[in-house]
């Protein structure tokens, strides 16, 4: 896989240019949504794993009434995934009291925290994946700056997206010429770090001329897409559905309920 593919913005804006009825939502509802998606997840305690299950549904529901190709999300996930795993890999030895059980097996404190820190990684990248494939990132921008997120702020982030790419295409064509150059010998320290300064000169000296292009073009910083949309009663149904199921999830362990009931035991 070329270093462009992870960041293959094309992919993206293609999907979220579909017409699916989780695209035809406001980008605003489908915002708030995820936002406070990923604040209740965030909220739980630090062993919790089993209440958290419930809220696979809202990335799942979003993915597969989109159409998003799950192994698209999947790429994207894993590309991040080692980020989690550096966060939580040490938990398992710096808490070794059992706190629960499986048969005989004791199962400590820093395997379900790092167990719990996975799943929250899974859950709130999934559902800022799914929201991005599901609006586009222009349609998104423009729904953040109309929910009062600072403009300078909402301008990085679609360039962040637009031309990371770029950054990152550059610096694929950097090492392929420097492992050329050193005959296959392994590149040492001081080589990436030469090529690191670099990187960050020529990224500086493209992001000038591309500025002055844009403003050459009339660019004034404000976010425009070309079909606006309007919040209507089915996005206000949606955000307010999504709200009483997260509230609802935190409140209770409805996966411990729905277990229960299952099983013949009392909810």
């Not at 398992?92 to 820190?117: C, H, K, Q």
């Not at 064509?173 to 010998?185: D, E, L, N, T």
Request: with cysteine.
């Amino acid at each position: 896989m070329k270093v462009s593919d992870s960041f293959d913005i094309g992919e993206m804006d293609d999907l979220g240019r579909l017409d699916t009825p989780v695209h035809r939502l406001d980008a605003r509802a489908k915002a708030v949504a995820t936002l406070v998606f990923i604040g209740v997840v965030m909220s739980f305690p630090r062993y919790a794993i089993s209440s958290l299950t419930p809220f696979i549904l809202y990335p799942v529901a979003l993915v597969s009434l989109g159409r998003i190709p799950m192994r698209y999300l999947a790429r994207k996930i894993l590309i991040a995934a080692p980020f989690a795993l550096l966060i939580g890999v040490f938990n398992p030895l710096l808490d070794r009291e059992p706190v629960t059980a499986i048969g005989s097996v004791a199962i400590s404190g820093g395997w379900l925290s790092f167990g719990s820190i996975m799943f929250r990684f899974l859950l709130t990248v999934g559902a800022a994946l799914a929201l991005v494939a599901c609006t586009g990132m222009n349609r998104l921008g423009a729904a953040l700056e109309r929910l009062g997120v600072p403009r300078v702020f909402v301008v990085q982030l679609l360039f962040l997206h637009r031309y990371l790419f770029v950054v990152s295409d550059q610096a694929a064509k950097m090492k392929r010429s420097a492992v050329m150059r050193s005959s296959g010998r392994p590149l040492r320290l001081s080589v990436y770090a030469s090529m690191i300064g670099h990187l960050l000169i020529r990224s500086m000296d493209r992001a000038e001329r591309v500025y002055r292009a844009m403003v050459a073009r009339g660019f004034d910083g404000e976010v425009r897409i070309l079909r606006p949309s309007s919040f209507g009663w089915p996005d206000t149904l949606f955000v307010a559905a999504c709200i009483l199921f997260f509230v609802s999830a935190r409140v209770w362990n409805l996966a411990d309920g729905f277990g229960r009931l299952l099983t013949g035991g009392v909810l």
